[in-house]
Every structure is written in C-alpha cells, then in structure tokens.
C-alpha cells in the first residue's frame, strides 16, 4: 500500500486533459480505482496509459450544467459502488485585457473554472460524506492571488475556486472531508510549449509533479490538512 490510495475511488474532472490524465494516471499507479470526467468525448481505451486500462471514462459530461454533473456522479457511484475523492482538474484559461476584451469573458471564466467545481463539489457531496474520509483536491492558480496583464477574467475566476475551497473546507470540517486547492504555476503542457515557444519550459512545474501533491493530499497522512491553498510553481 502506499500513500493509503489501494481500492480508493478518485473522480477526476477534465480527466482527459493535460494536467488531469497525468495525475489519473499517477492516482492508478498508486492502486486508486479512478474515474475520468471530461466535457469531450472519452478516449479510445488504446489511446490511455496502461494503468487506466481499467479506469471508468465519462465523456460528454458539461459541469457548467448542474444536472449533468448530478447525472454524471450517481452514475459513477452506481457503477463503482463509493466516491472517496474529487480532483476537480476541469478548467480554461483565456488571456484578454480589459479595454479590448468582453463582460462575457467573464462569465464564461467563471462558468469553466468556478462553476464546474462547483457543481461537481455538490454531486459528489453525499458519496463524499459516506466515504467517510472523503476528499476534495481543486486545480486553483498563482494567478488567483494577483493578476497580471490580460489576466483579470482568469484570475478573478482561479480567485473564485480559492474561495470555494475555503468556504467547503469550513462547511466539511465536522463531517471528516478535507476541501484543499492547489495553485499551479505555469504547468509544463503541449499547449503553454505552443503557446510560449521561447520560454524556458526546464523551469515549469511538471504535471506528474502536481499530481504527486495530489496524492499527498488524497492520503491518510493529509488528514489534518484542510482549507489549504498550496502553491506548486516549479521553479519559476
Ligand atoms: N496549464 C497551465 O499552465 C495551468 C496553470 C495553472 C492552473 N491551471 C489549471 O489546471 C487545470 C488543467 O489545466 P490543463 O493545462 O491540463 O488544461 P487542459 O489540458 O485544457 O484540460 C482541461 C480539461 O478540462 C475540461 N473541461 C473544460 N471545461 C469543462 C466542462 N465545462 N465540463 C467538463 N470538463 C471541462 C476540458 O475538456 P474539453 O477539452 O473537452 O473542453 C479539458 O479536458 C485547469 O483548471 C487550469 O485552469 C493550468
């Protein structure tokens, strides 16, 4: 056994992304039985690392939308039997600055980031409370405690999940679920390498490295660990 993960139940939100399959994997490899929630379609079993061979992949799941989300989660629960934890990884970004920019980018950050935590912090609730030990792990940002340029829509979003996390984290402490939020620096994804060509990609944090604090988190040892907002940057 080890970080205490063996025959846990994971749900992962924007599982089939960048960060959120590295850490379904990482999760898999240390005997957590993983479910992978996406907005897109599921991938081809063939196309997912070995470890999530037998990880339970729901495509076409919106989290903007709350009936979805409550869909998704008792679906989940029925065919795996319990929910011990939630990694919340679903999310956007979307760089615009204020003068050029649209109030719609606003609501549609908050929608992608804030919402769909949300939405499937309070699907999962109930099989969380039963599990007895129950976790919730969201996918917060640095950018969510100060913005840079072209960042306030994002930022203020990434400000929101930091809010939720604190807020649940109060709300769960009598019923044994911890609520934390990690704050990730640049993450070093195909996209940002696309996106930021010149840039010095050995100083970015790496998505495995993410998810191993996730595990962290998920452990028995991070029990006394709640409302936390964690950085993890790399080295940048
Ligand atoms: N990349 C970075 O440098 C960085 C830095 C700090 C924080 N973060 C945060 O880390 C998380 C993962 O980032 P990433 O780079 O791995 O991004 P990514 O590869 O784009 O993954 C995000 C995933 O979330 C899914 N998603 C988006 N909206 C959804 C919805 N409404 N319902 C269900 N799933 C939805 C996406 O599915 P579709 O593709 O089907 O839409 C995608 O698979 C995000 O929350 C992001 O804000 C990233």
Redesign the pocket.
């Known amino acids: 056994m080890e970080n205490g993960l063996n025959g846990k139940v994971v749900a992962v939100?924007?599982?089939?992304?960048?960060?959120?399959l590295a850490t379904a994997q990482l999760l898999a490899e240390r005997g957590a039985r993983v479910a992978l929630?996406?907005?897109?379609a599921a991938p081809e079993a063939a196309a997912l690392p070995a470890e999530l061979a037998n990880a339970l992949c729901m495509g076409g799941?919106?989290?903007?939308d709350a009936k979805a989300a409550q869909t998704a989660f008792g679906a989940l629960q029925e065919k795996l039997g319990a929910l011990d934890a939630l990694v919340n990884?679903?999310?956007?970004?979307r760089w615009e600055t204020v003068g050029d920019g649209d109030a719609h980018t606003w609501d549609s950050m908050f929608?992608?980031?804030v919402k769909?935590a949300l939405n499937a912090s309070k699907a999962a609730l109930p099989h969380l409370v039963q599990s007895g030990a129950g976790r919730v792990v969201n996918?917060?940002?640095?950018?969510g405690l100060k913005a840079g340029l072209g960042m306030g829509a994002?930022s203020a979003s990434?400000a929101g999940v930091a809010r939720l996390t604190e807020a649940l984290a109060e709300e769960l402490k009598d019923k044994g679920v911890t609520v934390n939020a990690i704050?990730?620096?640049?993450?070093d994804?195909p996209?940002?390498r696309a996106d930021m060509p010149g840039a010095d990609f050995t100083r970015?944090v790496q998505?495995r490295e993410i998810a191993t604090v996730i595990a962290f988190l998920l452990g028995e040892d991070a029990q006394a660990i709640t409302g936390a907002l964690i950085p993890v940057n790399g080295r940048m």
């Open positions: 939100t924007g599982g089939f992304g960048s960060l959120g929630i996406g907005r897109g799941v919106d989290l903007v990884v679903a999310g956007a970004f929608d992608l980031n769909t996918i917060g940002a640095g950018a994002y990434k704050l990730p620096g640049i993450i994804t996209q940002n970015w998505p």
